[in-house]
């Protein structure tokens, strides 16, 4: 039988392939206070730190280093071999879906390796370092560049389609979040309302973990592969 599934992934999902997560012990956050660099005011009040923490971990990212985890393959492999449709929404800003071949992929929370002008708006692919000299690459704008991140207080992004899925969807799995951060936290609820089955896949029970019907811990590498063979196999 076709079936509709929707995916929310976070740090977890990425740990193994080396990148940190937000708040756990050895953290990205242990070393920078949320407020200080994921927020607009703290962009507007400390740019140059901001771009340092951005292009650090974009430099992670293109320095041949990380790369997908038996997790990010699961999750592809289960969205070309499912008899139905499946939108994978991301919280992370990295491109470790896409290198392991998944296609339909949402960055609600933005994509590390593009910056937004603010003086035109324009969203341009950005490998390289990102500081308060770097001009637009369309409109030519000098200092106007920012990551094409969703900080505290900002809209998520593709939150239509993300609606529209949850309330068609069948299943609903969440991979490796902490259920700390809103919207992100309450897809469970309304997928569960819509009549989805939910289930979280997480190395601890998350905050919201009491709003799933079923709980696989462990790690993303181990616990995503055997349930993606469980649903094929369906
Ligand atoms: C493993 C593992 C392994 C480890 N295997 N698992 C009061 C109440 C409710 C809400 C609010 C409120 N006050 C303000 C709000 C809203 C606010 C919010 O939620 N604040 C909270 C702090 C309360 N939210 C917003 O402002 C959002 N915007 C918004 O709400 O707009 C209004 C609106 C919504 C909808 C429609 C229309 C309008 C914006 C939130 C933006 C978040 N941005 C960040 C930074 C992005 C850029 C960047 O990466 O730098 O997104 S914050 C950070 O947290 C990042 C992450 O995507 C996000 C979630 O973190 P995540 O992924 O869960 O990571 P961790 O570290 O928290 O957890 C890791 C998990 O992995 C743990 O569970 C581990 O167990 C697990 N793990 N190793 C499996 N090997």
Redesign the pocket.
């Known amino acids: 039988m076709a079936r509709s599934i929707v995916i929310l992934t976070?740090?977890?999902m990425s740990?193994?392939s080396g990148i940190a997560?937000?708040?756990?012990s050895d953290?990205l956050w242990e070393n920078h206070r949320?407020e200080d660099v994921?927020t607009p005011e703290a962009f507007a009040a400390d740019p140059d730190l901001v771009h340092r923490f951005y292009n650090a971990r974009r430099r992670q990212l293109t320095d041949g280093v990380v790369a997908p985890n038996a997790a990010h393959v699961a999750l592809a492999r289960l969205e070309h071999e499912l008899d139905g449709d499946l939108l994978l929404v991301t919280?992370?800003?990295d491109d470790l879906h896409e290198r392991a071949g998944s296609a339909n992929v949402l960055h609600m929370?933005?994509e590390l390796l593009r910056s937004r002008c603010r003086a035109c708006d324009s969203v341009s692919e950005f490998r390289g370092d990102v500081d308060a000299s770097t001009r637009c690459p369309v409109c030519g704008t000098e200092g106007e560049m920012r990551p094409h991140?969703?900080?505290?207080?900002?809209?998520?992004l593709g939150?239509d389609q993300i609606f529209t899925a949850l309330e068609r969807c069948d299943v609903f799995a969440a991979?490796?979040?902490?259920g700390?951060?809103?919207?992100?936290a309450g897809f469970v609820q309304m997928a569960r309302a819509a009549g989805a089955h939910t289930v979280e896949l997480?190395?601890?029970p998350?905050w919201v973990n009491t709003d799933f019907e079923e709980t696989r811990l462990g790690?993303?590498?181990t616990v995503v592969p055997q349930w993606v063979d469980e649903v094929l196999g369906a």
Do not use: C, K
Not at 149 to 156: A, H, L, S, T, Y
Not at 175 to 178: A, H, I, K, N
């Open positions: 976070g740090a977890g740990a193994e997560t937000f708040r756990d953290g949320p994921a919280q992370n800003i929370h933005g991140v969703v900080w505290f207080g900002e809209i998520p939150m991979v490796g979040t902490s700390n951060v809103y919207p992100a997480n190395l601890e998350s790690p993303a590498g």
